[in-house]
Structures are given as C-alpha cells and as structure tokens.
C-alpha cells in the first residue's frame, strides 16, 4: 500500500516571499501520479499541480512549482510570489497508474499555510 | 468551464436514518469517486465507480454505503442507518481519459 506524508502540520510565510511544501512518499510501484490540492476555508478540493513520475522534468503552473526527487520519493511544492489568496490547507497525493485508469487518490494529512500581509 | 455539483451543501441527520448524497459529475468524465473528509484530518477515498460498477472501494465502505448512477448524470452516495461517525464533509470526484480528479464543493454531513 502507498503512504503520503506530509510532516509538516502548518507554515507561514509573508504576502511576497516564495515558501516550499514538502511531501514524501513510498511505493513500490514505478509507474504513478503525484498532485497538490489546494483547500481554502471553504473547503473545495482545487487542483494545483500534477507531476508524471516517468517524467524528470519538474511540473510548473504559473506561480507554483514542484522538485519532485524520484528516488527520494519527495514530491514538494514551491509558491513564489505568495498572495494572500494562497492562504489553504495544502495536501500531496498519490495515485497509482498499475491498478488502472480510475485509481483512487492517497492523501497525506495536510498542512496549513498562511500568507501574512 | 465544467465543474462537480453537489447537493445537498449541508445535511443535518439523526442517527439510525438513511441519507442520500447528490453529485453531478463533469459531462464527459467516465470515473466516479467519493471520498470523505472527517473535520480536521485527511481526505480518505471511499469508492470508485466505472462502466456502471464499483471498481475499488474502502474498508470504510461497508455494507451501510451504496453509490448509483440513476439516469447517467447524477451519481450518488446513499448511508442507509447513519451513526455519528459518519459526520463528515463528503467529496465527490470525477475524472476522465487524462485522470486528474476534480472535486466537487462538497456536502457536509452532520448526524445527531
């Protein structure tokens, strides 16, 4: 089975600066998915980033960026330029490719960040 | 730009009663997931649902969990006796060919 963690439980950051999140994770599996969800107070799930692990380039959107390490299974998550809007709960997730096309997600327990203006 | 619906937002229950959580997944997406979300932890998948049939589910899942897709839009996840520790917020997810998950608003699920 495939666990996620996210050892962090919380992080500020000042309105401007960049800030890193950090997520591991082990399988066994070669072939998988890894994401970030973003979860403001609101509580909706919104998709941040995906990365490919048979990719070695780094996923970018925009502002957010991640450092995924294959061998170190660590899958982190960098925000430059951070806005207050990027205050949310923040959460690293799995997914195998071997089980199928509709293969559940595995989430790590989250961390909270807060932009401070 | 399509998004997951979901219906109720909020659902106040007694304990012991049946409840029936609404989804109405993107239009073109052929993967069908619920997960909950129990108030300060980690989002946990339920169950899976493809072609008509469930294709994975959690021990979470027992007997007292079923998931339908009555008319080919809506998909649904029905608690036939809620206990207290169902009290959670309830995501449905559908995906399609290209497997990112996108997520719908959410029913929270209150049992008294």
């Known amino acids: 089975a495939q666990t996620v963690t996210q050892s962090q439980p919380e992080m500020s950051v000042q309105e401007a600066e960049t800030v890193t999140l950090s997520c591991t994770y082990d399988t066994s599996e070669n072939n998988y998915y890894l994401f970030w969800y973003k979860q403001p107070p609101s509580r909706q799930m919104i998709l941040v980033i995906r990365?490919?692990?048979?990719?070695?380039q780094n996923a970018t959107e925009n502002r957010f960026s991640v450092n995924f390490q294959k061998a170190a299974k660590s899958f982190s998550l960098k925000i430059s330029d951070s806005q207050l809007g990027d205050t949310a709960m923040y959460f690293c997730?799995?997914?195998?490719?071997?089980?199928?096309?509709?293969?559940?997600?595995?989430f790590g327990k989250g961390i909270t960040l807060s932009v401070r203006p | 730009e399509p998004e997951v619906t979901q219906t109720p937002s909020h659902q106040v229950t007694q304990m012991g009663q049946e409840v029936i959580l609404r989804c109405v997944p993107i239009?073109?997406?052929?993967?069908f997931y619920w997960y909950r979300q129990i108030l300060g932890q980690k989002v946990e998948f339920l169950v899976s649902?493809?072609?008509?049939?469930?294709?994975?589910k959690s021990e979470i899942f027992d007997d007292q969990f079923s998931v339908e897709r009555p008319d080919g839009s809506n998909f649904t996840l029905k608690i036939r006796s809620t206990k207290l520790e169902d009290s959670a917020m309830y995501f449905c997810a559908s995906s399609g060919l290209a497997k990112e998950q996108f997520f719908g608003p959410g029913t929270r699920l209150t049992v008294l």
């Open positions: 997730a799995f997914m195998s490719l071997t089980t199928g096309a509709n293969s559940k997600l595995t």
């Open positions: 239009s073109n997406h052929l993967y």
């Open positions: 649902f493809y072609n008509n049939e469930i294709s994975e």
């Open positions: 990365q490919e692990a048979y990719k070695q």
